[in-house]
């Protein structure tokens, strides 16, 4: 990535509270290794190794938004490769731990493919009862080297207790540091934007099956390094680690302490590898530590996402400063120079020819014919209910329509998936204004762009936006909307499908918003059908106005013509009789 | 061969009560319970404690049954109470962990090592061409088919399954309409629960297991959940069954055997292949 594209990504560049929390996770890590006993380290280690496969379901769940049920088999394949290469090959350990990443990664890729288009819950089932498969059929016949005593030795500058356990906080620490550097990345940031939802991020020309699939085969990985190291703790392990109620428990103490951060992987790995101990020392029973996790976890779930770390960040943060107020005072400042000028054409950019669609007896829409030309806008009105976000989901391709065509700049893209339609040009926004809370501004832009649009910060000032380092959660939903926009208009669309971009926005922020929109069309040529209950909107932005009611164009003409047209007032105010 | 696919019968039928109750619960309370098989177990290894001192089988098996009916209850409450208003990943998170705590309870109470229970009505078994048919296999196919005829019928034409799918839906507006919340969830929690455990108590007596691999019965039964698409009873009762007796007869020869852990797993992809071929998403808008 080029390195000014970080410059936007601020709350992910390295602050001082980050190289504080480093070297206070290293000072902690050289200090236990020096002091404690081989009991503790032992204890301490496994913990460590645990923390590393929280990791995995962090990245799984807390940034791709899926619930997996299977880590603790992929941590297993990790084991078992090690078990295997060691057994039959020379290899030394450190050499063995690609592959202990790379056959998870396989696997979770080959598993991934049916599951792609799963989420929530066929996917928690489907990996739930995959893990079973692998319990049953490959771990269940034993570890390589259990029956013959091969045991894996760690490397020999690590062969040591304190050693291993130090090798084991670099290893959860290089993780750890890969996974925030993924989040900064655009695949990354994908994930986030799918967790959010998957229509917005097929809407922006990305497929939603390779974004969940890298999230899940990444956190196999992670996984499987957690199993490698697990095996060279023990020397042996057996199945009983590697079982579908471990995957579960790891997922219940990862929501409770919010995996999804470093500390949260942490301390899900020490608690669940002290509580026992603690309970044993207390002189009850160890068994009863996952009835500790389940309450834990449901109580955490109880309060929302994020678990125990999202909440300790959020307190930190409140105490630590002022809350930073979003700067909405950038002026309107002019725009620069740079930008691409084409003059408003005459040729018909979108050409939408009598699509229909019926839910049962209802026909949404029915015969539904318009165009709209090179450079400028049209406007659709019409009653609630009248099928004007039905017309933007056939147009954009998440609803197939039972008759006619869709023509963008000359191609028949009727046939064509949401994200392939988004490629060739086309993108929309959604009325309920779906972007991701966890990125940027400038973040969300860069994706909307996919590295051909505007640049970020010129498209930033286009739009009054607040500085592209504010995160999106700091907007207010006029601002998350105007964004949504800016976000359709980055990536130079040859047409875009505007679904109530006015609404929620009032006064000052209205105008200026409405007056960064007039100039899309003369800017960037684009062809921009805006669906609009803002009357004053649509007269001040179309050259054309179409009225639908129960599905059917009912007027066409200027705004001021199909305003006063008889029909049109009757749809909206009822005819008098 | 037909021996075998007898056999499979018996656990087809507990799997398909497992799967039929998941997706009653997944159309009614918006939630798919992953502890269904284990609040079975606690049921019939319950029943399997009470029979050891003394009991008579048939309220040693009813105090069981009730056992798991209330645990059940008891979730569903909770569910109703906190998660109302979550979204499904939340839900869905929330489950496992409740699972894992029964789990958890079900060792410090059972622990995990094998325990037999009772056969039901030994004697009342009955060689239908030279294959033996056991009661069991016939009640659990009973219940199995009560189970989806009943609920079927409860979820299409009656007032209780409209306003049950009310409050799953829109939990606010039910109440506000009037809807009796805790009334109407204890009912169909409730009720999975009783079938879930008259289902194990059939299972455990065929195949003496230990609580966790009772309880691991979830597996088949998501399976069979999942053929039904979470919504199709009928269908979760036809996967059931068939998920049981390929189970079975894949011990017909040695080498198929070794995969039979991994029958649940094979007919879930097949189904899941099947059913997603086409692009889905993920809002209706």
Redesign the interface.
Same mark, same amino acid.
Request: proline share 6%.
């Given at each position: 990535m080029r390195r000014a594209d970080f410059a936007w990504s601020a709350p992910f560049r390295i602050r001082r509270t980050d190289l504080a929390a480093s070297a206070l996770y290293v000072a902690a890590a050289i200090a236990i290794a020096g002091s404690a006993n081989p009991f503790w380290l032992f204890l301490l280690t496994s913990a460590l190794i645990t923390a590393v496969v929280a990791v995995s379901v962090g990245v799984i769940?807390d940034n791709a938004?899926l619930?997996s049920?299977c880590q603790m088999s992929f941590a297993g394949m990790g084991a078992w490769t090690v078990g295997w290469l060691n057994l039959k090959t020379s290899l030394p350990y450190l050499a063995m731990l690609p592959f202990a990443a790379l056959v998870p990664f396989a696997v979770g890729i080959l598993v991934g493919v049916?599951?792609? @288009?799963? @989420?929530?819950?066929?996917l928690?089932?489907?990996t739930?009862?995959?893990s079973?498969?692998v319990?049953?059929?490959v771990f269940?016949d034993g570890f390589p080297g259990l029956i013959e005593g091969n045991r894996v030795r760690p490397p020999g500058f690590a062969s040591s207790e304190p050693g291993f356990f130090l090798f084991c906080a670099a290893a959860l620490g290089f993780v750890g540091l890969a996974v925030v550097a993924l989040r900064r990345s655009r695949t990354g940031r994908w994930w986030f934007s799918v967790r959010r &939802? !998957?229509?917005a991020t097929a809407a922006m020309g990305r497929s939603v099956v390779r974004t969940k699939l890298s999230a899940f085969a990444v956190s196999a990985a992670i996984a499987g390094l957690g199993g490698a190291l697990l095996v060279a703790l023990h020397g042996i392990v057996s199945a009983a680690s590697f079982q #579908?109620?471990e995957s579960?428990?790891i997922?219940?103490s990862a929501?409770?302490f919010g995996a999804g951060h470093f500390e949260g992987a942490l301390l899900a790995g020490l608690f669940g590898r002290l509580i026992p101990n603690f309970l044993s020392d207390l002189g009850l #029973?160890q %068994?009863?530590? #996952?009835?500790i996790?389940?309450?834990g976890?449901?109580l955490a779930? &109880?309060q929302? !996402?994020g678990g125990l770390s999202a909440a300790l960040r959020a307190l930190i943060s409140r105490l630590g400063r002022p809350r930073e107020t979003p700067d909405h005072s950038t002026a309107a400042s002019p725009l620069p120079a740079c930008r691409l000028s084409r003059l408003r054409g005459d040729g018909p950019m979108l050409d939408i020819q009598n699509i229909a669609v019926s839910y049962g007896a209802v026909q949404a829409l029915d015969d539904v014919s318009l165009t709209v030309t090179e450079g400028r806008f049209v406007g659709v009105i019409g009653p609630n209910g009248a099928g004007k &976000?039905t017309l933007v %989901?056939i147009v954009s391709g998440?609803l197939a329509s039972s008759q006619g065509r869709v023509i963008l700049d000359g191609m028949d893209i009727s046939s064509l #998936?949401p994200r392939k339609r988004a490629r060739m040009g086309m993108r929309r926004t959604f009325?309920?204004g779906l972007t991701p809370r966890d990125l940027t501004v400038g973040g969300y832009l860069d994706l909307a762009g996919s590295g051909s649009g505007l640049p970020v910060e010129e498209a930033v000032s286009w739009f009054s936006l607040p500085p592209a380092t504010t995160p999106v959660a700091a907007l207010d939903v006029g601002s998350r909307r105007i964004l949504e926009v800016c976000g359709a208009i980055i990536s130079r669309p040859k047409a875009v499908l505007l679904d109530e971009p006015v609404a929620g926005l009032a006064g000052h922020e209205r105008e200026r918003f409405v007056d960064a929109l007039a100039e899309v069309p003369t800017t960037l040529g684009t062809a921009v059908l805006l669906i609009e209950h803002d009357l004053d909107v649509v007269a001040s932005l179309c050259d054309t106005a179409i009225v639908l009611d129960f599905g059917r164009v009912i007027a066409a003409g200027t705004p001021s013509e199909v305003l006063s047209n008889p029909d049109v007032v009757a749809a909206y105010l009822g005819r008098a009789s | 061969m037909l021996t075998l696919v007898v056999a499979g019968l018996a656990a087809g039928g507990a799997y398909a009560i497992f799967g039929v109750s998941i997706v009653v619960l997944h159309r009614m309370a918006g939630v798919?319970n992953?502890s269904q098989a284990v609040v079975g177990a606690f049921g019939a290894y319950f029943a399997a404690v009470l029979y050891g001192r003394g009991w008579d089988f048939l309220p040693a098996a009813a105090a069981g049954v009730a056992l798991s009916a209330v645990i059940s209850v008891a979730i569903g409450l *909770?569910f109703a109470r906190? +998660?109302s208003e979550?979204d499904?990943?939340?839900r /869905?998170?929330?489950m496992?962990?409740? /699972?894992?705590? $029964?789990?958890?309870?079900g060792?410090?109470f059972f622990s995990d090592t094998p325990r037999s229970v009772p056969v039901i009505f030994p004697s009342a078994s009955r060689t239908v061409g030279g294959v033996v048919v056991t009661a069991g296999t016939v009640i659990v196919l009973l219940v199995a088919l009560a189970t989806v005829l009943l609920m079927g019928w409860v979820l299409s034409s009656t007032r209780v399954g409209t306003q049950v799918r009310a409050i799953s839906e829109l939990p606010v507006v039910a109440e506000l309409l009037g809807v009796p919340l805790f009334a109407r969830t204890a009912l169909v929690w409730g009720f999975t629960g009783l079938v879930s455990a008259v289902g194990m108590i059939v299972v455990a007596s065929n195949l003496p297991g230990s609580f966790?691999s009772l309880g691991?019965l979830? +597996?088949p039964a *998501?399976?069979a959940? $999942?053929i039904g698409a979470?919504r199709s009873l009928s269908l979760a009762l036809v996967g059931g069954v068939l998920v049981g007796v390929v189970e079975a007869v894949s011990s017909y020869r040695s080498t198929w055997a070794?995969?039979?852990?991994?029958v649940? +797993?094979?007919i879930? $992809?097949v189904v $899941?292949?099947w059913t997603?071929r086409h692009?889905?998403?993920?809002?209706a808008?």
């Open positions: 769940y938004g619930l049920l049916p599951a792609l @288009r799963l @989420r929530g819950l066929n928690a089932v489907f739930l009862v995959f079973a498969a319990a049953r059929v269940a &939802s !998957e229509r #579908p109620i579960m428990t997922l219940t929501l409770m #029973p %068994d009863i530590a #996952p009835m996790f389940a309450v976890g449901v779930l &109880s929302g !996402e &976000s %989901d998440f #998936p009325q309920q | 798919v992953f *909770m906190v +998660f979550a499904g990943a939340i /869905t998170g929330a496992i962990a409740v /699972t894992v705590g $029964l789990f958890a309870v060792f410090r966790s691991f979830i +597996f *998501m399976a959940a $999942l979470f070794e995969y039979r852990g991994a649940p +797993f094979l879930a $992809l $899941l292949l997603q692009e889905v998403w993920d809002a808008r």
